[in-house]
Nanobody, 120 residues
Framework: VQLQAFGGGLVQAGGSLKLSCAAS????????MAWFRQAPGKERELVAG???????YYADSVKGRFTISRDYAKNTVTLQMNSLKPEDTAVYSC???????????????WGQGTLVTVSS
């Protein structure tokens, strides 16, 4: 599966931004999908994931603020980010896995990153 991410940009703290990830291939529905992020000088973090069946996972740092969803007809995964904070600034990447979505090391397919900058 090939992935392409869209939607990064600059937003003020408290604002919202939506990221989208388009997947190619007819087997999209079989994959768990997720968004990761990596801030300068920090390790990559699993932000949110959604299983093939629609179950979700969120990092504690984004619970209640971010929502992940998927559209099986359009082969897309969306991350709606609300109440953004400066510490959400990072490069966000989408990824696909055949393993459980919370298994960090199980993601074998990656899209390019998109930069999200939250100003204070």
């Amino acid at each position: 599966v090939q992935l392409q991410a869209f939607g990064g940009g600059l937003v003020q703290a408290g604002g919202s931004l939506k990221l989208s990830c388009a997947a190619s291939g007819r087997t999209f529905s079989r994959y768990g999908m997720a968004w990761f992020r990596q801030a300068p000088g920090k390790e990559r973090e699993l932000v949110a994931g959604i299983s093939s069946g629609g179950g979700t996972y969120y990092a504690d740092s984004v619970k209640g603020r971010f929502t992940i969803s998927r559209d099986y007809a359009k082969n897309t995964v969306t991350l709606q980010m609300n109440s953004l904070k400066p510490e959400d600034t990072a490069v966000y990447s989408c990824a696909a896995t055949v393993h459980t979505i919370s298994y960090y090391s199980g993601y074998a397919y990656w899209g390019q990153g998109t930069l999200v900058t939250v100003s204070s």
